[in-house]
């Protein structure tokens, strides 16, 4: 079984911010993409930011020059740097990872959610 705990959240300013954290733990053979989506009231969850274990990047064209995904690969563990929040950016922020576990079974897990308001 694979554990996400992220942190990181809070309240910022509009033009302020923000880091989030995830870190990975238990049966993992490798990590394939880590990820950050969102959430906001009323709306569907999106992807926010993406990493392969490769270091390819992939970001929703809304935070595209604002947010930065990056990775510790030997700690297992993905951020994701926010600057020049906008109160559009509130939302909770859920980490997702897949991969494959020392079992040999694939695996796709969800964090708890980190709440992020940008509000003045």
């Known amino acids: 079984q694979v554990q996400l705990v992220e942190s990181g959240g809070g309240l910022v300013q509009p033009g302020g911010s923000l880091r989030l954290s995830c870190a990975a733990s238990g049966r993992i053979f490798k990590i394939n993409v880590m990820n950050w989506y969102r959430q906001a009231p009323g709306k569907q969850r999106e992807l926010v930011a993406a990493?392969?274990?490769?270091?390819?990047?992939n970001y929703a064209d809304s935070v595209k020059g604002r947010f930065t995904i990056s990775t510790n690969n030997a700690k297992n563990t993905v951020y994701l740097q926010m600057n020049s929040l906008k109160p559009e950016d509130t939302a909770v922020y859920y980490c997702n990872t897949r991969g494959i576990s020392s079992s040999y079974a694939t695996f796709d897990w969800w964090g708890q959610g980190t709440q992020v308001t940008v509000s003045s």
């Open positions: 990493i392969t274990s490769g270091g390819s990047t």
